[in-house]
């Protein structure tokens, strides 16, 4: 094979390591996918009276989409905290030390949570529609709202990468997690942001996870007060495109620097 057959290859061998670790601890796999179901029942029956939508629409029209970009963002925790560990034990610096890509490894990792950021997807989608969720502008275009999702989490994948890299230990990790929950909630996941104060509701109509459920919300033809409530959510599409192009760009080449310089 030539050296990028062999780097995809060596990257197969880590993700299917990252597999294999999964089916022998299913319980905590099988949580990591019905968490964000839980947090759809929960938000849904806490917050669902309150909210008035015309035409008999549902509050889940709104929520379902600000869920699926939640969870997106949920996945970067246990990207840390698995790099994180793999740091710690030395497994890193072992793999680093074989005759083998040195991408392989973040290349690996990245596979296996994008296959369970994809499993998590399709879970919260059959929660969804069960629960009345639907797409009213056809296939295609939930085909593109969950690219964005997608990318979004991939970009963040990057983000959680080098944070597990950079700390010195696992309750480090911590620390950084618990900034998660005000990110994800300081966006338009559950309210409208026109609903917040002003000067609130323009931090988080600038959040990364505002434009992608924004966007996605569009696509999927849901109702979204936030659409027009500030100009990026007039461009959410855009936005919930280059945002997660511009984190890319950031903390991938961090990432493959902070890899290379990890016993430094």
């Not at 917050?47 to 549902?58: C, I, K, R, T, V």
């Not at 700390?167 to 911590?174: D, E, F, I, P, R």
């Not at 000067?199 to 505002?210: D, E, F, R, V």
Request: with cysteine; charged share 10%; net charge neutral.
């Amino acid at each position: 094979m030539t050296a990028f057959g062999w780097a995809l290859a060596d990257s197969w061998t880590i993700a299917r390591r990252t597999l294999v670790h999964w089916r022998m601890q299913p319980g905590l796999i099988i949580f990591n996918w019905f968490f964000p179901v839980l947090m759809l029942l929960m938000f849904g029956a806490l917050l669902g009276g309150a909210m008035d939508f015309p035409d008999g629409q549902s509050y889940y029209e709104l929520l379902v989409p600000g869920i699926f970009a939640l969870a997106m963002l949920f996945g970067l925790e246990g990207t840390m905290t698995a790099v994180t560990q793999d740091k710690d034990k030395g497994v890193t610096d072992r793999f680093r030390s074989l005759p083998m890509s040195s991408a392989a490894v973040v290349l690996g990792r990245c596979i296996a949570d994008m296959l369970d950021s994809a499993v998590t997807l399709i879970v919260l989608i059959a929660a969804g529609l069960a629960l009345g969720w639907r797409f009213h502008e056809g296939l295609p275009s939930a085909l593109a709202a969950f690219g964005l999702l997608l990318l979004l989490r991939f970009a963040l994948l990057w983000v959680g990468i080098f944070i597990g890299l950079t700390v010195k230990n696992a309750q480090s990790v911590t620390m950084v997690q618990v900034l998660v929950w005000p990110i994800g909630f300081l966006s338009s996941a559950f309210v409208a942001t026109s609903t917040m104060p002003e000067w609130l509701g323009t931090i988080a109509q600038w959040n990364p996870l505002s434009a992608t459920a924004t966007a996605s919300r569009a696509l999927f033809g849901n109702p979204d007060p936030s659409s027009t409530a500030s100009w990026i959510g007039t461009h959410a599409e855009a936005a919930a495109v280059i945002g997660p192009l511009v984190l890319i760009a950031v903390f991938l080449p961090l990432s493959a620097h902070r890899f290379r310089t990890l016993s430094q």
